[in-house]
Nanobody
Framework: QVQLVESEGGLVQAGNSLRLSCSAS????????TAWFRQASGKEREFVSA????????YYTDSVKGRFAISRDNDKNTVYLEMNSLKSEDTAVYYC?????????????????????WGQGTQVTVSS
């Protein structure tokens, strides 16, 4: 049984930092890319960041470039999202997702299609 477990989010003040983690277990054999998406209240879920299995390629949506950093530790089956200089507009439920790193991933990584497994989501609230 595949499980993706996100760390607890929380309430942080604007300008502060927070690190999320996503621990995976039970994944079938393969090289998985991992992404973070988020969904603000009343809005559609949107792409935030993604990282390839090797960790060598990282992708970010424009609004978080320079503030967020994605990384992974494959020995621990864990992916991290370091969020710095948080803004009120970063308030959302954050989801991690895993998908096999196929050639399509490099084209469609911003979409939900490449990702087969999803975490339950964790709330991040940034107060201004």
């Amino acid at each position: 049984q595949v499980q993706l477990v996100e760390s607890e989010g929380g309430l942080v003040q604007a300008g502060n930092s927070l690190r999320l983690s996503c621990s995976a277990s039970g994944l079938p054999y393969g090289r998985y890319a991992t992404a973070w998406f988020r969904q603000a209240s009343g809005k559609e879920r949107e792409f935030v960041s993604a990282v390839t299995w090797s960790g060598t390629r990282k992708y970010y949506t424009d609004s978080v470039k320079g503030r967020f950093a994605i990384s992974r530790d494959n020995d621990k089956n864990t992916v991290y999202l370091e969020m710095n200089s948080l803004k009120s507009e970063d308030t959302a439920v954050y989801y991690c997702a895993e998908g096999l790193e196929t050639p399509d991933f490099y084209v469609y990584y911003r979409r939900e299609d490449p990702y087969t497994y999803w975490g339950q989501g964790t709330q991040v609230t940034v107060s201004s």
